[in-house]
């Protein structure tokens, strides 16, 4: 398998890439590819976390790669950098797609906590906004589903709990509101989250998937009964405490996998 580390243009921004190289005999030369988004509260990536979750998919066929996305620290307010960062992934991998034997019709970004909204909102505005401000076509852009796991999706729904926090978001939550910018470019959805997450509501995926459900974009939601925030792969691989291993919860990998099948062309 051959890591690749790219910074991107003009960011502080950084794709980590775990490439399988096709097997000759195999009728497949090209493979799917999955962009782990982290969480991190905008404040860290956990790299590792990010790593582990690359590589299960890796480990089921896909060319897997990680996003360390611009942070608090590098710019406040934040307002849509990271969602352009992921833009300029999304190109990357279409420029490199040969070189990395990546069909470039089985994208999916995969984000998580913070990086679900990252991914969230790459969903609302990866036709407009994004292609606007990266000058690109969207047809670059665009991917064929996208993966949210116990995300934020929007300010006003329990994650951040303070105005101050917000404000470091973004000078207008409601642009980074995902839910309230949903439209018939949005691609098919996948989402899971467990019940009584105390940190990011379960509102927050409900909400997402109305939307969706209103704009008739085709989506999958598992709510699980229990769980912590942060659960990676609900198993004892990533469980930061105890409670974290949960075995349950941890299907939502393998009906993700069933997910992506189904959406394939």
């Known amino acids: ?11 502080t921004a950084q794709l980590t890439g775990f490439l399988h190289q096709p097997d000759e005999n195999a009728h ?3 493979l799917p590819a999955i962009i782990i988004v982290p969480g991190g509260s905008y404040t860290h990536i956990p790299t590792g976390q990010a790593e582990t979750l690359a590589m299960a998919f890796a480990g089921h066929g896909y060319q897997a790669f990680y996003l ?3 942070l608090l620290g590098d710019q406040t307010p934040l307002e849509l950098a990271p969602v352009l960062d992921l ?27 913070v990086g679900g909204h990252v991914v ?10 994004v292609a606007d401000q ?5 047809a670059t852009l665009r991917p064929q589903q996208v993966i949210l796991g116990y995300p934020v999706i929007s300010p006003n729904l329990g994650f951040p709990k303070d105005a101050a926090t917000v404000a470091t978001w973004s000078g207008t939550p409601d642009l980074i509101a995902a839910e309230k910018h949903v439209s018939a470019d949005n691609r098919p959805t996948f989402i899971w989250v467990t019940a009584d997450d105390p940190i990011v509501p379960a509102t927050n995926s409900l909400a997402y998937a109305t939307a969706l459900a209103q704009a008739k974009i085709p989506y999958e939601l598992h709510v699980f009964n229990h769980g912590p925030h942060g659960l990676a792969l609900a198993n004892e691989q990533t469980a930061w405490k105890a409670d ?22």
């Open 87 to 113: 833009g300029q992934a999304m190109q990357l991998i279409h420029e490199k797609a040969d070189a990395w034997h990546i069909d470039t019709d089985q994208v999916t970004p995969a984000g998580f906590s």
């Open 244 to 265: 974290a291993n949960q075995p349950h919860a941890a299907h939502w990998l393998t009906l993700a996998l069933e997910w992506l099948r189904t959406n394939q062309i």
């Open 134 to 138: 990266l000058a690109v076509t969207p």
């Open 120 to 129: 969230a909102l790459y969903n609302d505005y990866w036709s407009t906004k």
């Open 68 to 70: 360390e996305y611009t």
């Open 28 to 30: 497949q030369t090209t």
């Open 1 to 11: 398998m051959q890591v690749i580390q790219q910074k991107l243009a003009g960011s």
